[in-house]
């Protein structure tokens, strides 16, 4: 199989994409999109690959270009033909897999779009602050929910997921793992479990050095 490309960033959501494509030992290279942030130039440079100029965009041995991981992650599964990652369409877990994946995409993770940086939406002198505080305030409401419906050891209970990849990441941003220890323990135990793996494991060492599972 010819190689995949994954443009993104360490410690950003690229890491999600990164860790199933090293889950699946599917052949990839990585291209340092920088900070998207700070970097103007970066932006222009991405908008190439993605309009949006966002990570992770990942561009298919033909040539294709995708982004949106929750896409990416239902795509990889049907080309690799295996079920390990996202359940089969029999599954008795598919229905809560599929819902929460999109919960995540649709609900949580524009938190970090609006919260990371705030002047790109609020205008208004000095509301910046505020506004971050009233969206990481919802974020924590949201995990709260996602971890009223975690199982134990996985989140899907006995069943080890993609949600797990993305837990094991997204825990490592706002509200941080003491939050998550304190208020949503499965999702950690979960996000833990996954970061063990040896699989996983120089994945999350890459992206996050200094976070190591309990």
Same mark, same amino acid.
């Given at each position: 199989?010819?190689?995949?490309?994954?443009?993104?960033?360490?410690?950003?959501?690229?890491?999600?994409?990164?860790?199933?494509?090293?889950?699946?030992?599917?052949?990839?290279?990585?291209v340092d999109a920088g900070d998207l942030f700070a970097s103007a130039e970066a932006r222009e440079r991405l908008r190439a690959i993605n309009p949006i100029a966002q990570?992770?965009?990942?561009? $298919?041995?033909? /040539?294709?270009?995708?982004? +949106?991981? %929750? @896409?990416?992650?239902?795509? #990889?599964?049907? *080309?690799?033909?295996?079920?390990? $990652?996202?359940? /089969?369409?029999?599954?008795? +877990?598919? %229905? @809560?897999?599929?819902?929460? #994946?999109?919960? *995540?995409?649709?609900?949580?993770?524009?938190?970090?779009?609006?919260?990371?940086?705030?002047?790109?939406?609020?205008?208004?002198?000095?509301?910046?602050a505020g506004f971050r505080q009233e969206v990481d305030a919802h974020a924590r409401r949201l995990w709260t929910a996602v971890g009223a419906a975690a199982g134990t050891?996985?989140?899907?209970?006995?069943?080890?997921?993609?949600?797990?990849?993305?837990?094991?990441?997204?825990?490592?941003?706002?509200?941080?793992?003491?939050?998550?220890?304190?208020?949503?323990?499965?999702?950690?135990?979960?996000?833990?479990?996954?970061?063990?793996?040896?699989?996983?494991?120089?994945?999350?060492?890459?992206?996050?050095?200094?976070?190591?599972?309990?």
């Open positions: 199989m010819s190689r995949f490309v994954l443009h993104g960033h360490a410690g950003w959501g690229s890491a999600i994409v990164e860790a199933q494509l090293a889950w699946y030992g599917l052949p990839f290279d990585f990570v992770p965009a990942l561009v $298919l041995p033909d /040539g294709q270009v995708m982004t +949106e991981s %929750a @896409a990416i992650t239902l795509h #990889l599964a049907d *080309l690799t033909g295996r079920d390990d $990652l996202v359940p /089969g369409p029999q599954a008795k +877990e598919r %229905a @809560a897999f599929l819902r929460w #994946l999109v919960f *995540l995409v649709a609900n949580v993770y524009p938190t970090f779009s609006y919260a990371d940086d705030p002047a790109r939406f609020v205008k208004v002198e000095g509301a910046a050891p996985h989140f899907l209970g006995a069943r080890f997921s993609a949600l797990d990849i993305y837990l094991m990441v997204m825990t490592c941003w706002r509200p941080r793992r003491a939050w998550f220890a304190e208020h949503a323990p499965r999702l950690l135990a979960a996000a833990d479990d996954a970061a063990a793996r040896p699989l996983l494991a120089p994945v999350l060492e890459r992206n996050f050095p200094k976070t190591k599972p309990a």
